[in-house]
């Protein structure tokens, strides 16, 4: 059982920036790959960024540029570094992770609302 937690949403004004945090406890870390997904209202749940247990990253067309996932294993932390802010970045952004070694295994936060508005 991995149980995730995301911070850092919030209120930011177009060309802002904002970072996402997702502690994940419970399991071993290391041998998951993570995502951060959001939902806009009225939309489906999309991928905007993922990160494997060895470190490779893809992104959505829509944040290429603006957005960067990272993550530091020796904290259990994956981040989304997110600047140059649009309005229709405002969702609720889910942290998600996936057992590399058992894919039955996957886990979702509890999400975090980021609002881009003037």
């Known amino acids: 059982q991995v149980q995730l937690v995301e911070s850092g949403g919030g209120l930011v004004q177009p060309g802002g920036s904002l970072r996402l945090s997702c502690a994940a406890s419970g399991s071993i870390f290391s041998i998951y790959s993570m995502a951060w997904y959001r939902q806009a209202p009225g939309k489906q749940r999309e991928l905007v960024a993922g990160?494997?247990?060895?470190?490779?990253?893809n992104y959505a067309e829509s944040v290429k540029g603006r957005f960067t996932i990272s993550r530091d294993n020796a904290k259990n932390t994956v981040y989304l570094q997110m600047n140059g802010l649009k309005a229709e970045d405002t969702a609720v952004y889910y942290c998600?992770?996936?057992?590399?070694?058992?894919?039955?295994?996957?886990?979702w936060g509890q999400g975090t609302q980021v609002t881009v508005s003037s």
């Open positions: 990160i494997s247990n060895a470190g490779r990253t």
């Open positions: 998600y992770a996936l057992n590399t070694v058992n894919t039955n295994y996957a886990y």
